[in-house]
């Protein structure tokens, strides 16, 4: 009864691991089988190097390049907001705070996971953007500054409560060698514990990072929908899911090329969370075979 019991699970968690492959294969195989007939009608290199994006106009042109250059500026402002103030919470929580204070803030901190992303695209939107034109000239109404800042909060749990357990994980035999060694508190948190959890923190800042690339109700809110190649953070910008968000309103014709570009910016959308999944996975990787 045991052993039938044991194989009932076993085939479970086996079906569950098959759904989830056969799901990614799925997904796979319909950006590459959607973004085919996109990608017969306009060149790869028209795609990766025009400087316009402008499927929706009269003169079309269907450059990537405005829709990433958008998308990495809120990413990198995002990361620049999370970073900090997530490992400074993550050495707070692991290094100095008490054990109950620990318990009872992290799960507090973490419901900001949980706030619907529209919330944070209208706080940015109504109440970030207002504040930022109160002392940063030429803010405008929608900007990649204040979504990139609103996507920084959100994120920081991601990074906080991950770092955190990177840190907490660190052996108690190194902070003593420390304390051993004349070293402070400070000393001991930021020059022994933190470079040992390095490869725990850095997977958290690139699951953030993903989690900013993929990021849409904020920037489709808060950022506007102009597809500008520009680096200066005070205009307005989109980013690929915006832009995905925009055509899949139903105003496009199913099948038109129109509606195909939504499959060929899907598919570079997922070619970088995809790389930057490996890498994560590969750090982690190398962190294990470092202390095996």
Same mark, same amino acid.
């Given at each position: 009864?045991?052993?039938?019991?044991?194989?009932?699970?076993?085939?479970?968690?086996?079906?569950?691991?098959?759904?989830?492959?056969?799901?990614?294969?799925?997904?796979?195989?319909?950006?590459?089988?959607?973004?085919?007939?996109?990608?017969?009608?306009?060149?790869?290199?028209?795609?990766?190097?025009?400087?316009?994006?402008?499927? =929706?106009?009269?003169?079309?042109?269907?450059?990537?390049?405005?829709?990433?250059?958008?998308?990495?500026?809120?990413?990198?402002?995002?990361?620049?907001?999370?970073?900090?103030?997530?490992?400074?919470?993550?050495?707070?929580?692991?290094?100095?705070?008490?054990?109950?204070?620990?318990?009872?803030?992290?799960?507090?901190?973490?419901? =900001?996971?949980?706030?619907?992303?529209?919330?944070?695209?209208?706080?940015?939107?109504?109440?970030?953007?207002?504040?930022?034109?109160?002392?940063?000239?030429?803010?405008?109404?929608?900007?990649?500054?204040?979504?990139?800042?609103?996507?920084?909060?959100?994120?920081?749990?991601?990074?906080?409560?991950?770092?955190?357990?990177?840190?907490?994980?660190?052996?108690?035999?190194?902070?003593?060698?420390?304390?051993?060694?004349?070293?402070?508190?400070?000393?001991?948190?930021?020059?022994?514990?933190?470079?040992?959890?390095?490869?725990?923190?850095?997977?958290?800042?690139?699951?953030?990072?993903?989690?900013?690339?993929?990021?849409?109700?904020?920037?489709?809110?808060?950022?506007?929908?102009?597809?500008?190649?520009?680096?200066?953070?005070?205009?307005?910008?989109?980013?690929?899911?915006?832009?995905?968000?925009?055509?899949?309103?139903?105003?496009?014709?199913?099948?038109?090329?129109?509606?195909?570009?939504?499959?060929?910016?899907?598919?570079?959308?997922?070619?970088?969370?995809? =790389?930057?999944?490996?890498?994560?996975?590969?750090?982690?990787?190398?962190?294990?075979?470092?202390?095996?």
């Amino acid at each position: 009864m045991k052993r039938s019991g044991e194989k009932v699970i076993e085939y479970g968690l086996a079906f569950s691991g098959l759904v989830t492959i056969l799901t990614t294969i799925g997904i796979i195989w319909v950006l590459i089988s959607e973004s085919w007939g996109f990608f017969r009608e306009v060149s790869l290199a028209d795609f990766l190097f025009d400087t316009e994006w402008t499927p =929706l106009f009269t003169q079309k042109r269907y450059g990537i390049l405005p829709l990433l250059s958008g998308t990495f500026l809120t990413t990198i402002i995002a990361i620049f907001t999370a970073v900090p103030v997530g490992i400074i919470i993550a050495v707070y929580l692991s290094e100095y705070a008490h054990k109950n204070f620990r318990q009872t803030v992290k799960p507090i901190l973490e419901i =900001l996971a949980a706030v619907p992303t529209v919330v944070y695209g209208f706080f940015a939107l109504t109440v970030v953007t207002p504040f930022l034109q109160s002392f940063i000239p030429g803010v405008g109404s929608f900007n990649a500054l204040s979504a990139g800042i609103v996507m920084g909060i959100m994120i920081i749990p991601v990074i906080s409560s991950l770092s955190e357990d990177a840190l907490y994980s660190v052996p108690k035999s190194l902070r003593e060698a420390s304390y051993g060694m004349g070293a402070t508190k400070f000393q001991t948190s930021f020059k022994v514990v933190v470079p040992a959890a390095s490869s725990g923190i850095l997977v958290s800042i690139i699951l953030g990072i993903a989690r900013a690339i993929g990021e849409t109700m904020v920037v489709a809110i808060a950022a506007g929908q102009q597809p500008t190649l520009t680096l200066d953070p005070r205009e307005a910008v989109e980013t690929i899911t915006a832009y995905i968000v925009q055509v899949s309103l139903g105003d496009v014709e199913h099948g038109s090329m129109e509606y195909k570009t939504i499959f060929a910016a899907g598919i570079t959308l997922f070619f970088f969370t995809f =790389l930057l999944n490996n890498v994560s996975f590969w750090i982690k990787k190398k962190y294990q075979e470092k202390y095996e």
